[in-house]
């Protein structure tokens, strides 16, 4: 049968980011993708003018309507918009019986608020000690855990907290640094540094749902989990050295990529 994941995320109309990337994603791995809404945003390539969140029940809606028909063996969450839909997600993920990838996205790459505020702490209370894995950059990681992120050292102890506080693993990315783009992933108290080569450009929209969406692509097809970000990773930087150089800000990656997997 033919692996299902699942995303749970927000829209984006120029197809770097969200649920777009995320279904690119899901069918460059060779994995039927699903799709639940929680917002509607007004972006391209240079900006983001709107964010609308979708009610919670309609969101849960969605999301009960694709479990009792095409349960995925994988599932990931992107932008979750506000409290409301962290919590009725949340309600519905302490039944979940397959892993969920929580990216938690905070900001969009325009520096628009994607989550509000107040939602923060239903999201560290809530979601988080119900994630498989936690995907978050180093301002979404020092927003989590109070720490300020300047090595990988700093990145491997934020990554820890994280795993202290209930969350199963967590990866740091480290697309914020300079040098090697290194990120660390933590299982516990065993951490693994994933380096590439750092690829120069401005093309780096929806690089976390994008990295994301791959890892949960390769944990519904049955990968361990350090394999499946490894994969992930190598995906990933091969997206972005090839991206197509689209739209007149910060272009998409390349989702054509193609996917290298560990023998």
């Excluded at 929680?38 to 972006?43: A, D, M, S």
């Excluded at 009725?88 to 905070?106: C, G």
């Excluded at 150089?245 to 023998?263: C, D, F, K, R, T």
Aim: glycine share 8%.
């Amino acid at each position: 049968m033919k692996p299902v994941a699942l995303t749970i995320a927000g829209s984006d109309p120029s197809g770097g980011a969200g649920i777009q990337a995320d279904l690119k994603t899901f069918h460059q791995f060779g994995v039927y993708g699903e799709a639940v809404i929680t917002l509607v945003t007004v972006q391209n390539t240079q900006r983001v003018s709107r964010v609308e969140c979708l009610p919670a029940e309609l969101v849960l809606e969605q999301l009960q309507a694709v479990l009792e028909d095409i349960p995925p063996q994988a599932a990931k969450t992107g932008a979750l918009g506000n409290a409301a839909i962290i919590e009725a997600l949340a309600q519905a993920a302490e039944r979940f019986t397959f892993p969920l990838v929580v990216d938690p996205v905070m900001v969009s790459k325009h520096g628009a608020p994607l989550l509000a505020p107040e939602a923060r702490k239903a999201l560290q209370d809530r979601l988080l000690p119900l994630a498989y894995l936690v995907t978050p950059n180093i301002p979404e990681a020092e927003v989590l855990t109070g720490l300020r992120i300047r090595t990988v050292d700093d990145m491997r102890k934020a990554a820890e907290q994280l795993c202290q506080s209930g969350t199963h693993a967590v990866v740091v990315k480290g697309g914020h640094m300079t040098g090697e783009a290194v990120d660390v992933l933590c299982v516990g108290r065993e951490c693994h540094l994933l380096a590439t080569p750092r690829v120069s450009t401005p093309h780096t929209h929806g690089t976390g749902c994008t990295f994301s969406a791959a890892i949960t692509a390769a944990l519904a097809r049955g990968l361990p989990l350090r394999e499946a970000v490894e994969v992930a990773k190598r995906y990933l930087y091969q997206a972005i050295q090839t991206q197509p150089g689209l739209g007149h800000g910060s272009g998409p990656v390349n989702h054509h990529a193609p996917v290298e997997w560990i023998s």
